[in-house]
């Protein structure tokens, strides 16, 4: 069974610009969600979807945005970028319907905000 | 709110001596725990998870953790480490299966 996979591995950004990361989650997991990762402030989740609606937020800018769909991949878009937002951005994927079904996440995408 | 404290950011070994990463949580209801391992350029892997039942729980490659509720405390070992076990850990505690609240993270160092 193919793991969680994210796209690209790596992206070089400006200040200013938009970046969209992308997420295929395990076949039959309905549920994704996204970490960032970075050396001061550690994993920090950001958002969860669940059959294309978001359940639950965590507290980050409005500039942090996402969307899931119908076949369960999904996106996080971050707008007008800032240096802070330099970051590994994990994507993890559940299955809700099955019980304790755990977290199980891809390989990160490595955001350079210069 | 919930969260973890992970005692020690470092903690290094000898190959073949016991591995001992301490996390302490606070939760206002019964939380479910989990340890993560992560590698060098890749993502988190779920080492094992406490919901409710046995306190003493296993995971993969012979880590083990026990919940006490009265310390708090849900400390990962393992008897003997191995040179393949540097790597960093991660304890997080939630109350549902995807919003967790990780720990800073401790890395481990394996000496031969």
């Known amino acids: ?114 | 709110a919930q969260s973890v404290t992970q005692l020690g950011s470092h903690v290094s070994v000898s190959e073949g001596a016991l591995v001992l990463l301490r996390c302490n949580y606070s939760s206002s209801v019964p939380p479910y725990l989990f340890w993560y391992v992560q590698y060098p350029n890749q993502g988190l892997q779920l080492l094992l998870k406490y919901t409710t039942g046995a306190t003493l729980v296993k995971g993969i490659n012979g880590f083990e953790a026990e919940f006490k509720k009265s310390e708090t405390s849900f400390h990962l070992t393992k008897p003997s480490a191995h040179m393949s076990d540097a790597a960093e850990y991660f304890c997080a505690v939630s109350d549902n299966d995807y919003k967790l609240s990780f720990g800073a993270g401790t890395t481990v160092t394996v000496r031969a």
Request: charged fraction near 15%; hydrophobic fraction near 25%.
């Open chain 1, 1 to 114: 069974k193919a793991g969680v996979t994210q796209t690209p591995r790596y992206l070089i950004k400006t200040r200013g610009q938009q970046v969209t990361l992308s997420c295929s989650p395990i076949s039959g997991h309905r549920s994704v969600s996204w970490y960032q990762q970075t050396p001061g402030q550690g994993l920090q989740f950001l958002f969860e979807y669940f059959s294309e609606t978001q359940r639950n937020k965590g507290n980050f800018p409005g500039r942090f945005s996402g969307r899931q769909f119908s076949n369960s991949r999904s996106e996080m878009n971050v707008s007008t970028l800032e240096l802070g937002d330099s970051a590994l951005y994990l994507c993890a994927s559940s299955n809700p319907d099955r019980e304790n079904s755990p977290l199980h996440f891809g390989n990160g995408t490595r955001l350079t905000v210069t």
